[in-house]
């Protein structure tokens, strides 16, 4: 008996995993990528980049509470409507706020001209 023989395949039946299945495991349950990197000179701290990969399907991600790329405008076509939507309604609201101040304002008495100050 040889050692491949005693230890089930993980994979498949012929030894070999494919990139579909690993890509399909990987997908299905998540993986998380974390680190840090620190510049520092004479124990000063210069820089510090935090690194956190995750992934994962789409599925997997909403379940953990990942949704980001939702409300992202240039990800969603829905979440640009809602901010254009937005952006209109605030402009508005404005506008309406200046026509309100611009009615309420004393109208200015204008300089007579020269033929009404002679007349």
């Given at each position: 008996?040889?050692?491949?023989?005693?230890?089930?395949?993980?994979?498949?039946?012929?030894?070999?995993?494919?990139?579909?299945?690993?890509?399909?495991?990987?997908?299905?349950?998540?993986?998380?990528?974390?680190?840090?990197?620190?510049?520092?000179?004479?124990?000063?701290?210069?820089?510090?980049?935090?690194?956190?990969?995750?992934?994962?399907?789409?599925?997997?991600?909403?379940?953990?509470?990942?949704?980001?790329?939702?409300s992202?405008?240039?990800?969603s076509?829905?979440?640009s409507?809602?901010?254009?939507?937005?952006?209109?309604?605030?402009?508005?609201?404005?506008?309406?706020?200046?026509?309100?101040?611009?009615?309420?304002?004393?109208?200015?008495?204008?300089?007579?001209?020269?033929?009404?100050?002679?007349?």
């Open positions: 008996m040889t050692t491949a023989q005693r230890f089930p395949d993980p994979y498949g039946h012929d030894g070999s995993a494919n990139l579909a299945d690993i890509l399909e495991r990987v997908l299905d349950k998540g993986i998380v990528i974390a680190g840090d990197i620190r510049i520092n000179l004479l124990d000063i701290e210069l820089l510090t980049i935090k690194l956190r990969l995750i992934v994962a399907s789409v599925d997997k991600a909403k379940e953990m509470g990942i949704d980001w790329w939702e992202d405008p240039e990800l076509s829905r979440a409507r809602d901010q254009l939507t937005r952006e209109n309604a605030e402009l508005r609201a404005h506008v309406a706020e200046l026509e309100r101040g611009r009615e309420h304002e004393p109208a200015r008495a204008r300089e007579p001209t020269e033929e009404e100050a002679q007349g």
